[in-house]
């Protein structure tokens, strides 16, 4: 595991995958190794009650929405941020928007200049893993830094 100043980046969505990420990065890590808890507020793809006819929509509507999600984002780098703290890490939250999500979190690493990317797995494979994709995959196959993916402990 790294052992310099340079920020560890952990990926963070609120799942129990992403939990297991952090509690890795805290078991494996120095006290007080600094820690950036990155989420993602991926876009709305789609207002289905727009343009359907008849259906006013209020022009603060839309906006409304985008907001709600990128809060709801900072919602859950905050939850993040604050487990890493608890495992002794030197945390904060950062979220960006923007798809695709593992584009974000390798890019973020990169402005970042994190030494490690940490990212929880669902530990899909085969076809369940060609189906649906895998971010943590796709992280590192695609980022020049190290990637620790983990896995929950009961999985």
Do not use: C
Not at 2 to 14: E, F, N, Q, T
Not at 64 to 93: D, F, H, I, T, Y
């Amino acid at each position: 595991m790294p052992d310099d100043d340079s920020p560890v980046l952990i990926a963070y969505d609120g799942s129990e995958f992403a939990n297991s990420a952090i509690a890795a990065v805290s078991a494996e890590l120095r006290p007080g190794r600094e820690a950036v808890v990155l989420t993602v507020a991926e876009p709305i793809k789609a207002f289905p009650f727009l343009g359907v006819p008849g259906v006013a929509v209020d022009d603060g509507a839309v906006d409304r929405v985008l907001a709600s999600n990128k809060e709801g984002a900072e919602k859950v780098a905050a939850r993040g941020a604050a487990l890493a703290r608890e495992g002794g890490l030197e945390a904060r939250p950062l979220v960006v928007e923007g798809d695709p999500v593992w584009r974000l979190i390798v890019d973020t690493a990169e402005e970042l200049q994190a030494k490690l990317i940490a990212i929880g797995s669902h530990g899909r494979s085969g076809l369940g893993l060609v189906a649906l994709g895998s971010v943590a995959a796709a992280v590192a196959q695609h980022s020049k830094r190290s990637v620790l993916i983990a896995h929950p402990e009961d999985a």
